[in-house]
């Protein structure tokens, strides 16, 4: 049979919209409407972190080895393009994560799923280069260091995905959910000072120029580590003694080493010697964040910002 | 942990495995212990020695109770200092109000609750956990030294690293709390040389004699081959539980600063066990130093003062690696110093070293915590700082010896 000319657009337009509505049923972000016209939008070339990426055609076999990128994958609607995440990528949980390890990738194992987008937070062993040469297109999105980072690595992935309009959108709602949250927040005379706590043994702290400094500097909160200058700093993560922070006796601690593999918090806190005499332990002024939401700087910035916020806000009545 | 995360990838060095050198068991020991043993000493030259002399020490050996007394002086100077000097500055009139507000009678003083907390829960503890440490990691390098009759070796030498490194790792992945650490590093170290040490006999008595240095060349091996197993062990479980990364490498790279008053007690029996039994075997040390067939005529069992003074020396550093992860060079540093200064005999090495390693580790924990004030700096890193120079130092010293013999 011969199918007449003119019938043939019809057809593939039915097929795309067959091949879309599917994606729209396996994506459970559910909000997925840009698919039709995403494939107008390519090829397209990002300039990312690791410069120019040149993508042929609207990804649909993502593998993302970087949790924070997994969470903006879902988040700008291109969780139905997404085949693999790595090992740490826990959330959004129907994100279909595999042995693939962010930390210690390798390229051959990566390739075995055939993926037409690698995103990397990391260019750990040269691993760009090695899917390069595989003709496998990579994009880096390193941690950010700013609010704005955040937004161009969205709008970064927005645009290598097919889901640019998503992806503006979703800075959108971020920015002005920060903004209600800054609103809502207590003011003070002096800023509140924070001990905030990635690790024990050393304490690792981060300072008020990190990213997690930024947000929280967003509420009027200053870090201990401030006064730390020169090579101690660590460009912005410094270690300090147990002696510095009772010293510094903070307003409030906010601890990052918490759940499975921190293991810390109000409690563990109160029972460390010497550190029962804190202001901030004796005020049970003690935050306890998610230790995910705190080590990434996707979506979830925005429920990290919340959670400080409302206990300053309660800590102030 | 990202940023964290980063400047951890990569795994612990490869400080633990031993480097072969501790196996070049010293063809002179026999011949200098010869030439400094006491004047009552019956044991003939051998031919051998006739030939050589010893180069002249940089120093005149000091009289015992001298040095006795300096190490001493030195200990207290380093102890007061470290209560007294942190990153926190307090000054000295509020350290001395803040350790007198803990005692009975006191005089009432206005010092915060905080400067209190800082002189009684951070520095006290700390000061005298390296006391501790210090003393038995020095004691027990001399101890090694001497039952091994070789100047490179140190208390890690039989495993203990490697097997504490294991049992820290398996806790560190498996999810077990701060708690269980220096147990399980304990028991780690402790199972190593047990190992080290039953395979090195058997592999002794089986093999010839003179291959590869009779019974302590083949204990050194297997200590070798046991700390590069667990070792492999260890890399294998940080990689598959690559978000652990930081924990062990802090913990390998060892401190005082997570010290605590439990660490105390938790450590002491061992250490006052390890410490006695190490001092009253000194001059059955000083037999050994003639050589193993020498010291059997004179009617010493050797095996089993080696194996009492392995486990009184394995038992102590176990119990400081538990508590202070792996520390450096201070097991090298400070026996050879005590050797160079007051003279090689035990008698005198063994005591001096341990209230010299003592203020030796008080003293670098100092430099740890102010040296990047408020960070701090690993401690193994200074007493490496210190130790390297001086390991060399050693190692041209013997080289010169050897090339005179």
Known sequence: ?317 | MTGLMRRHTTGPDSEQVRPAAYVHRRADSAAEARAAMTPASTVRPAPDTLVRSRPALAFKPIRPGRAVAIASAALVVSVIAGVAIGPAGLSVPTVAEAIMTRLPWHPSFPVSAIDTAIVWQLRMPRVVLGVLVGSMLAGGGAAYQGIFRNPLADPYLLGIAAGAGLGATVVVVSGGSQALLPPAAFGGAAVAVALTYGLGLTAGRSGRQGAIGGGTGSILLAGIAIAALLTAFQTYLQQEHAQTLQAVYSWILGGLSGATWSDVWLILPYVAVSAVVLVTHRRLLDVLRVGEAEATGHGLDVARVRLTVVIAATLGVAAAVAVSGLIGFVGIIVPHTVRMTAGPSYRIVLPVSMIGGAAFLVLADIAARTVQAPAEVPIGVITALVGAPFFLFVLRFRRAEQDLA
């Open chain 1, 1 to 317: 049979m011969r199918i007449p000319d003119r019938v043939l657009p019809a057809l593939a337009a039915a097929a795309i919209i067959a091949i879309a509505c599917a994606a729209c049923g396996s994506s459970s972000t559910g909000t997925n409407t840009a698919a039709t016209s995403a494939a107008a939008g390519f090829p397209v070339t990002v300039h990312a972190a690791n410069g120019a990426v040149h993508i042929k055609s609207r990804p649909d076999a993502i593998i993302s080895l970087a949790p924070t990128a997994t969470e903006m994958l879902y988040a700008i609607g291109a969780g139905a393009q997404v085949k693999a995440v790595d090992d740490d990528s826990d959330y959004p949980t129907q994100a279909p994560r595999t042995k693939l390890s962010g930390y210690d990738p390798n390229a051959e194992a990566i390739a075995a799923y055939k993926p037409d987008l690698v995103v990397i937070s990391n260019n750990i062993d040269n691993i760009e280069q090695e899917l390069k040469e595989l003709s496998i297109p990579v994009l880096d999105l390193p941690a950010a260091v700013t609010l704005s980072n955040v937004y161009t690595e969205m709008d970064q992935l927005g645009a290598a995905t097919g889901h640019a309009a998503q992806a503006k959108r979703e800075d959108a709602s971020i920015r002005s959910e920060i903004s209600a949250i800054v609103a809502a927040a207590p003011t003070h005379a002096k800023p509140l000072t924070y001990y905030y706590e990635l690790s024990t043994n050393p304490y690792y702290s981060v300072t008020s120029s990190t990213f997690v400094g930024s947000l929280l500097a967003l509420l009027g909160m200053k870090s201990i580590a401030d006064s730390i200058t020169g090579p101690a700093a660590a460009d912005g993560y410094p270690s300090m003694s147990a002696e510095f922070i009772l010293k510094s006796n903070p307003d409030y601690i906010i601890l990052a080493d918490t759940g499975a593999d921190g293991g810390q918090d109000a409690a563990t806190v109160s029972a460390r010697p010497g550190w029962s005499v804190l202001s901030a332990v004796k005020d049970k002024h003690i935050i306890v964040l998610n230790a995910d939401i705190a080590s990434r700087w996707g979506p979830r910035i925005v429920d990290l910002l919340r959670d400080v916020e409302t206990a300053i806000t309660a800590g102030a009545r």
